[in-house]
């Protein structure tokens, strides 16, 4: 619900080209008959590339962080 929430508020809230959120604006790129999956795919990419590296960069906390509250002490 929460994702849908934070899709559909912008869709209906921002209507100049500039200020649109990244997943509305490739939500944008379909257009009628013709999906360019091309471009969709390379900008969900592009979307989903900081969190990645942040995670990997960030892993052995991460990690950490979740083991820890596992142990019983």
Not at 7 to 12: E, R
Not at 24 to 38: E, K, N, T
Request: aromatic share 8%; hydrophobic share 55%; glycine share 10%.
């Amino acid at each position: 619900m929460g994702s849908w929430n934070n899709f559909l508020w912008p869709l209906i809230i921002l209507k100049s080209k500039n200020m649109l959120t990244a997943v509305v604006a490739l939500r944008g790129l379909s257009s009628g008959l013709r999906v360019p999956y091309d471009l969709i795919m390379a900008g969900s990419v592009l979307i989903v590339l900081p969190l990645v590296i942040l995670f990997i960069v960030s892993q052995k906390q991460f990690i950490a962080g979740i083991t820890s509250g596992a142990i019983k002490g």
